[in-house]
């Protein structure tokens, strides 16, 4: 049973670009979440799709934008890149049912730099 | 959103237990207490979570406190591969990660 799978795992744009990152849930998940990680800190929180909407959002601009498909798998959009943009860029998936008591399975991540 | 507080490091011995703790006093009755670990240059991994009784599971122990005002993970032989960045987080309708407890483990 594959867990969450995210693609690509490494990218380099410049600043100004736009950027696509994609993400497969876990076997049975349907919900996906997208978290940011810069160097040397915790994940952030950007946001949360279920039946292909959003449902909860962090406090991120809206340049970062998302879209989760009928089959649950997710793509995090993020526009006009700008150079702390640069981080590592991570997807949880799990079961909206146990929403508070689920684990999260995390991707091992997309790690952008923004030149 | 209720936040959480915990040590930026700790150090332990290999073999010897290891108490991490979190202090999260804004929690709310229906929040539940997670812990993640994240090793380097992975994704973070579920260990263990609770809403007031305290918890065992294969990877480590929860000690929640009456007034779930606190909690402590327990490791309770803390391996090489334990080495990590632990992350105590209260989960609500979403999930927030905190700055987390960096844990070195020594031979």
């Known amino acids: 049973d594959a867990g969450v799978t995210q693609s690509p795992t490494h990218l380099i744009k410049t600043r100004g670009q736009q950027v696509t990152l994609r993400c497969s849930p876990k076997?049975?998940?349907?919900?996906v979440s997208w978290y940011q990680q810069a160097l040397g800190q915790g994940p952030q929180f950007i946001f949360q799709?279920?039946?292909?909407?959003?449902?909860q959002r962090g406090n991120f601009p809206d340049r970062f934008s998302g879209h989760q498909f009928p089959n649950y798998s997710s793509e995090l959009n993020v526009n006009a890149l700008w150079l702390g943009d640069s981080a590592l860029y991570l997807c949880?998936?799990?079961?909206?049912?146990?929403?508070?008591?689920?684990?999260?399975?995390f991707g091992e991540g997309s790690r952008l730099t923004v030149l | 959103d209720a936040k959480t507080t915990q040590p930026n490091s700790m150090e332990s011995n290999e073999e010897e237990p290891v108490h991490l703790p979190c202090n999260h006093s804004?929690?709310?009755?229906?929040?539940?207490i997670h812990w993640y670990r994240q090793l380097p240059s992975q994704g973070p991994e579920y260990v263990i979570h609770g809403l007031t009784s305290n918890v065992n599971n294969r990877m480590a122990s929860l000690a929640i406190a009456e007034d779930r005002k606190s909690s402590t993970l327990i490791l309770h032989r803390a391996t090489l591969r334990d080495a990590a960045v632990y992350y105590c987080i209260l989960r609500g309708n979403d999930m927030r990660f905190g700055a987390g407890t960096r844990l070195t483990v020594k031979p």
């Open positions: 799709y279920y039946e292909e909407e959003e449902r």
């Open positions: 076997s049975g998940h349907d919900t």
């Open positions: 949880a998936s799990s079961k909206l049912a146990g929403l508070n008591t689920g684990e999260l399975f």
């Open positions: 804004t929690i709310s009755g229906t929040d539940y």
